[in-house]
Structure formats: C-alpha cells, structure tokens
C-alpha cells in the first residue's frame, strides 16, 4: 500500500514538475520573441547616449526644455491641493535639489505650500501659465503661417516654371514645323 502511495505520488510529482517545465521553456519564448535583444556593454549604450547629446538634431534648446517644464507645472499646478507632493517632486527635479539638504527642503515645501493652497495666487498662476501658453501657441501659429506662405510661393514659382517651359517647348515646336514647311514649299 505505501509502495502504491510512494509511487503515485512520484508520478503525480514528475507530471507536475513536467508541466512546471513546459510552462517556462513557453514563457521565455514568448518573451524572447516580443523582447528585443539584451546589450551586454555597457559601454556602448553611453557612448550612443553621447552621441545623440553631441548631435544637433536630438539637442533640445533651452526653451524647449523651459516650454517642457512650464507645461508641466501649469497641469500640476491646475490640480490644486491635490498634487502637492508631485509638484515638489517635479520642482526638485527642475532644480536639481537633493534630498537630504534640509534648508532647501524648507524652503522648497514653503513655496508648495504657497503655490497649492493660495487660491489667489493659484489663480494668478494658472492665469500666468494659461497667457504662457497662450502666447507660445501664437507664435507657433504664426511660424506655421510663414512656413505655409513660403511653401505656396515656392509652389506659385513651380507653377510658373512649368507653364514657362511648356510655353518655351511649343514656340520651338511651332518653329520647327514653320521651317519644315517653308523647306517643304521651296522645294
């Protein structure tokens, strides 16, 4: 009787563990083909990390950082009390103020405080980072409305090249036919 027991349960153990196997060997798989692949070097990554600084063309300006921070202070501000803790988290971070330095931290906390539970100046801020924003959308519309003025005068200038050619290539075939005609009647 207990060989009986012995024995199932080794077989009811091996089928689990079995099972346990399939399972995994499934799963990393899957995660292997929805992965991408693991880069060993660390070197790497930094030197491409350096390179996409260097570049111009992933630089951000100063404003489009100032732009990035301002936005994102004018929706944590617009949340009011509630968000106190991430606004602090988001204006440590903006400054680059460390934790442990306590003096910054009191002051840090005291400007919060004034900026979440003044509702006058909440007020004035949200009305301060709604005119921001609304004098960056202006001269963002404007810049738009430059581009699109350049780019129809360059289409404009297409238009009219292409009309001119057409123009030019039949005065040269008229001509042509003119002297073939005026060959044909002479002789």
């Not at 991408?36 to 404003?63: A, H």
Request: charged share 35%; hydrophobic share 35%; glycine share 2%.
């Amino acid at each position: 009787m207990n060989r009986l027991l012995i024995t199932e349960l080794g077989d009811a153990m091996r089928s689990e563990l079995i099972q346990q196997e399939e399972l995994k060997k499934k799963k990393t798989i899957l995660i292997s083909r929805d992965s991408l692949p693991e880069i060993k070097q660390t070197g790497i990554i930094n030197s491409l990390l350096l390179d996409i600084d260097d570049n111009p063309l992933y630089r951000k300006s100063l404003s489009d950082v100032a732009l990035l921070n301002l936005t994102k202070a004018a929706n944590i501000s617009l949340n009011g009390s509630q968000s106190k803790d991430i606004l602090e988290k988001h204006i440590r971070e903006d400054l680059q103020i460390p934790k442990r330095n306590d003096y910054l931290n009191h002051y840090l906390n005291k400007q919060v405080e004034k900026i979440v539970d003044d509702k006058n100046s909440m007020t004035k801020r949200r009305r301060y980072l709604l005119g921001e924003l609304k004098r960056i959308e202006i001269k963002e519309t404007n810049l738009n409305i430059k581009n699109r003025i350049s780019t129809d005068q360059s289409r404009l200038s297409t238009i009219v090249e292409d009309i001119d050619r057409e123009n030019k290539l039949m005065a040269i075939i008229n001509t042509e036919d003119m002297i073939k005609r005026n060959k044909m009647m002479k002789s």
